[in-house]
């Protein structure tokens, strides 16, 4: 174990090191690209983790400087329209489908659409449900599950299983 501190102490060892980690990197965006641009054939500039799981992506709409991170489900069974400037952080759960409690067992599936408007900000594992429109230059908190639609400018967090909205930001 020693020999090993050492030889990555070692100048070339530990710049042979970065390079590769650099080079893994650098091939993982490029895969991640061209995974994301081959299933959603988008013209703006959208980047998109290779781990995000996209489903039904013809159902899905993108303006321009979206970023979606890494472990992300997008579920599109009905419309995802997701406007400019929007940030999906890590783990981000959005999901048109649901099923209809309403009926006997088996339940049958719905789906409502989802409208997330420009500068919006999604934290890590939040969930946005079917049916909702967030509206412009909101900001989700991580964790929070959003079941009903948000007003523009509001920041919503999630305390204790439920999710509230602690302010309303004019700009």
């Known amino acids: 174990m020693r020999i090993v501190i050492l030889m990555a102490a070692n100048f070339p060892v530990k710049n042979m090191t970065l390079f590769i980690l650099w080079l893994f ?10 995974k994301f641009y081959a299933m959603n054939p988008v013209k703006q500039r959208v980047i998109c983790h290779w781990s995000t799981e996209i489903k039904y992506p013809y159902n899905i709409t993108y303006g321009k400087g979206v970023i979606i991170g890494p472990k992300c489900t997008l579920g599109a069974r009905s419309k995802i329209s997701i406007g400019s400037n929007v940030r999906i952080s890590k783990g981000v759960i959005i999901e048109t489908a649901g099923l209809d409690f309403s009926n006997n ?41 959003v079941s009903k ?18 302010q309303n930001i004019n700009p």
């Open 149 to 166: 639609s948000v007003s523009k400018h509001s920041i919503i967090v999630s305390a204790k299983n439920r999710t509230m909205q602690i």
């Open 105 to 145: 067992l088996p339940y049958s599936h719905v789906s409502k659409e989802i409208i997330i408007n420009d500068n919006v900000w999604l934290g890590a594992n939040t969930i946005v449900l079917g049916g909702v429109t967030i509206g412009e230059g909101c900001i989700i908190g991580s964790g929070a599950i």
């Open 25 to 34: 990197g650098l091939i993982s965006r490029v895969v991640s690209n061209l």
